[in-house]
T-cell receptor, first 115, second 115 residues
Framework: DTAVSQTPKYLVTQMGNDKSIKCEQN?????MYWYKQDSKKFLKIMFS???????INETVPNRFSPKSPDKAHLNLHINSLELGDSAVYFC??????????????FGPGTRLTVL | AQSVTQLDSQVPVFEEAPVELRCNYS??????LFWYVQYPNQGLQLLLK??????LVKGINGFEAEFNKSQTSFHLRKPSVHISDTAEYFC?????????????FGQGTRLTINP
């Protein structure tokens, strides 16, 4: 069974469109994250949710809006897509027991290409 | 603010040779340190982590890392690499007691194993 899954795996779209990426984890974790990995492989956190509550919100344009319908799901909606949004987006989850020392489990990534 | 520097962007090594991937961090408080590996077209997975205690940490696939507080380093080593170790390796740091874990990643080191 896949622990952290994301859909779609690939997403190709035109500038100006709105798109969503879905993430689900079946690990029973309380905390979920979204990361962006750019073309140089640099990985940066975007958001974190704990039990459906937004905990971390980095300096991300407000065109990006995370939504957590329940603690097993964290979706990422992006409005008015721009060329610079092209990247690989990773979802991750962890069980917050060690106050910063927990292992994060990553999904396979969604490669977003904006044309 | 925390930061992580991986001193080598690429490391080519021959199969069965030893390897060291270097990582330095900066933080004003006590930290947790991690090494994650990303195989081609996959998400990240944890290799090992340092929380406290012994400064030599052993991880999966024969990797180990040594935490050196005075040099603020957490270098990753393997005595004999295999072709299957070809991947991108990320060093990361998080601070304790902050609620949802905020991982700050280094730029990554691409390890290429040549036969």
């Amino acid at each position: 069974d896949t622990a952290v899954s994301q859909t779609p795996k690939y997403l190709v779209t035109q500038m100006g469109n709105d798109k969503s990426i879905k993430c689900e984890q079946n690990l029973g974790h309380d905390t979920m994250y979204w990361y962006k990995q750019d073309s140089k492989k640099f990985l940066k956190i975007m958001f974190s949710y704990n039990n459906k509550e937004l905990i971390i919100n980095e300096t991300v344009p407000n065109r990006f809006s995370p939504k957590s319908p329940d603690k097993a799901h964290l979706n990422l909606h992006i409005n008015s897509l721009e060329l610079g949004d092209s990247a690989v987006y990773f979802c991750a989850s962890s069980q917050e027991r060690l106050a910063g020392g927990d292992t994060q489990y990553f999904g396979p990534g969604t490669r977003l290409t904006v044309l | 603010a925390q930061s992580v520097t991986q001193l080598d962007s690429q490391v080519p090594v021959f199969e069965e040779a030893p390897v060291e991937l270097r990582c330095n961090y900066s933080s004003s408080v006590s930290v947790y340190l991690f090494w994650y590996v990303q195989y081609p077209n996959q998400g990240l997975q944890l290799l090992l982590k340092y929380l406290s205690g012994s400064t030599l940490v052993k991880g999966i696939n024969g990797f180990e890392a040594e935490f050196n507080k005075s040099q603020t380093s957490f270098h990753l080593r393997k005595p004999s690499v295999h072709i299957s170790d070809t991947a991108e390796y990320f060093c990361a740091v998080s601070e304790g007691g902050q609620g949802a874990q905020k991982l700050v990643f280094g730029q990554g080191t691409r390890l290429t194993i040549n036969p």
